[in-house]
């Protein structure tokens, strides 16, 4: 195998696969990043056997061929070299790379040992813009479970119903839903639950402009189609929470407050809140003001803020964290709280439209806070 080839193009090329490299595996092989010259450009491919990311990079092949290099090496390795062309030549199992005045050899596996993930049947496929994907998957999949306690939520539920796509993750604190409207190919509904790390992935490589792009389903993988780059995604296992049945029905307060102003009051009085290593803030709502405060062993933190408040006073209290994460994500300039009682979730929603939903629960008051 013998190829020159744009350093640049190689370096973006190889900063995208190895978002899927392998970092704990019993099969070494799987930690390197496979190289295969074929028509006029080089193939790059990097596995976990979870996720799949390959990208296509022209190139000038003088003899074709394949090999998989060590990964973390190589694309350190290539990140720094200082040519504006790379030269890349592999004679029984070794790569001879020069770029500049930077010469090296980096030993190789052989290519045929290389797993590769199923094919993705085009059994249902989903075309919707790449900015508005990003964005979904940006207001919800911080609410996805950290730990394995119940497996299933540290994934998202990809859920596909008539001509809208909704994303939903869920940790048993706090929900996050987000929705937007879609134009597929094929009409079957369709509700698919993808690994959250192999959804921020996604997001990472998916550019932030209008352009629409494919996902193409099977019974078990995803497949992000973006021309010259593919992610493939297997999707998990078992069946998602049934998450509409702990959605609340109604609300006795609503209140209607600008969300910049609540996220600076929560932030400054969380500050507190974290010395007293609880994190616990609480929400007093009393016509047009809503009072934050916080309490520790250092004292004592308050802000008043207006808000428009429809309904009956409530006092709720909340982990700061779970409410803050809602409202970082968010780019309303004012949202709507609805609230049943002090033990029911805090549902945040928009003022106009139905683009978003998020459930927070609120930690039960105590006397003297």
């Not at 698919?192 to 932030?208: W, Y």
């Not at 993988?221 to 702990?246: C, S």
Request: charged content about 25%; hydrophobic content about 40%; some cysteine.
């Amino acid at each position: 195998m013998r190829f020159y080839i744009n350093t640049q193009q190689l370096n973006a090329g190889i900063s995208t696969v190895v978002k899927a490299l392998s970092a704990k595996t019993t099969v070494s092989i799987l930690e390197g990043i496979y190289m295969e010259a074929a028509n006029g450009s080089l193939l790059l491919r990097c596995t976990d056997l979870s996720l799949q990311i390959q990208t296509y990079i022209p190139a000038d092949i003088r003899e074709e061929g394949a090999i998989v290099l060590p990964g973390r090496l190589f694309s350190e390795m290539v990140r720094r070299l200082p040519g504006e062309t790379t030269s890349i030549e592999v004679k029984k199992g070794t790569a001879s790379i020069e770029s500049g005045s930077f010469r090296t050899t980096l030993q190789g596996e052989d290519a045929e040992g290389f797993h590769t993930m199923s094919t993705v049947n085009r059994e249902h496929i989903v075309n919707m813009r790449s900015d508005a994907f990003k964005n979904m998957i940006r207001q919800c999949i911080f609410a996805a479970a950290q730990d394995d306690t119940k497996p299933i939520l540290a994934g998202a539920l990809l859920e596909q119903v008539e001509g809208d796509l909704s994303i939903v993750a869920l940790d048993g604190y706090r929900l996050a839903m987000r929705k937007e409207p879609i134009s597929y190919g094929m009409l079957a509904d369709r509700t698919a639950v993808i690994p959250a790390r192999s959804l921020l992935e996604i997001s990472k490589i998916l550019p932030d402009t209008e352009e629409k792009f494919a996902m193409i389903f099977s019974r078990t993988h995803v497949m992000i189609d973006l021309e010259h780059t593919a992610i493939t995604a297997r999707l998990m296992d078992g069946e998602f929470i049934k998450y509409k049945q702990i959605l609340p029905n109604g609300h006795r307060t609503r209140i209607r407050v600008n969300r910049h102003e609540l996220m600076g009051g929560i932030e400054r009085v969380a500050l507190m809140a974290r010395e007293g290593k609880t994190n616990l803030i609480k929400f007093s709502f009393s016509g047009d003001t809503l009072t934050v405060t916080a309490n520790s062993e250092l004292g004592r933190s308050k802000e008043e803020i207006h808000v428009d408040l429809m309904g009956e006073d409530i006092e709720i209290a909340f982990n700061a964290k779970y409410f803050t994460d809602v409202l970082k994500v968010l780019d309303d300039e004012e949202i709507y709280l609805d609230m049943i009682n002090n033990i029911s979730p805090c549902v945040v929603h928009p003022v106009q439209g139905s683009g978003y939903y998020y459930l927070i629960l609120p930690v039960r008051l105590f006397s003297g806070m």
